[in-house]
């Protein structure tokens, strides 16, 4: 695949960015994730650029991603499109979606009893991290498959980089990414879209549909992205060419 190109117009293109892989590198546990000043700032600037049409795009809570980029906030879609806010400062609208409280007893005595397993519970589901104790994950995945058969209609399966997923049906990122193109100040724009994982192949699709520009960053075999980065240094190389671009 081909690098994507830098050059991005203040009234005409709308960036939506994944956070974690994309932005910044994994770590064993979320909750360590934060961005450094430099890319806080950054961002805003390419968000200011761009007459506010930056939005980050995550499998996190919002209530997350504000953590990690504290004290700016951005517009947002947190937990694959659970949750959406249009605005920085907007209430975040979230999905009414819940794992029945029997799933979710049982997804936490199983990371009880198996040491190094995360359970992340989120507004409209869960993520279950097995970074720290890879050799659980033959484990994991058939526990989880045991548990779709109460949930399929209302959830699904996301398997992701460490980890297993469970989101709303209805709900993912290329549905957020839709949703929030309908609206100011992304309405009318050209939509590019920077992800890393399997979660975001839904929001290539999306942008792609839209004749925007989509880039996957890092292993891109088989992705529906047409533009690559291989690693998040260089997304935050291509980032700084974005920013100078705008501004000039």
């Not at 517009?75 to 799933?103: I, T």
């Not at 009880?112 to 519970?121: D, H």
């Not at 970074?131 to 994991?140: D, G, L, T």
Request: glycine share 8%; aromatic share 6%.
């Amino acid at each position: 695949m081909p690098a994507p190109p830098d050059k991005l117009h203040p009234s005409k293109h709308a960036l939506f960015l994944d956070v974690d892989g994309t932005l910044l590198d994994i770590e064993d546990h979320p909750a360590d994730v934060r961005a450094d000043p430099s890319l806080v700032a950054m961002l805003s600037s390419i968000s200011t650029g761009l007459g506010g049409a930056l939005s980050l795009i995550s499998g996190r809570p919002i209530a997350d991603i504000d953590r990690i980029f504290a004290p700016v906030r951005f517009a947002a879609a947190g937990a694959h499109g659970s949750e959406l806010r249009q605005h920085p400062h907007d209430p975040v609208a979230a999905a009414e979606s819940a794992l029945p409280a029997s799933v979710l007893d049982g997804l936490r005595a199983f990371v009880e009893q198996n040491p190094g397993l995360l359970l992340e519970e989120k507004r409209g589901g869960v993520s279950l991290h097995y970074r720290r104790a890879p050799e659980f994950e033959a484990q994991c995945k058939a526990y989880v498959q045991e548990l779709l058969p109460q949930i399929d209609k209302d959830f699904r399966l996301i398997a992701g980089k460490m980890v297993l997923e469970l989101a709303p049906i209805d709900h993912n990122k290329g549905a957020a990414i839709t949703e929030m193109m309908r609206r100011e100040p992304f309405s009318g724009r050209r939509a590019v879209f920077v992800g890393d994982d399997v979660t975001d192949e839904d929001g290539f699709r999306v942008v792609n549909a839209m004749n925007g520009i989509t880039i996957r960053v890092g292993g891109n075999r088989g992705s529906l992205a047409e533009y690559a980065l291989p690693d998040v240094a260089a997304v935050r190389d291509w980032l700084e060419s974005v920013e100078s671009r705008i501004s000039r």
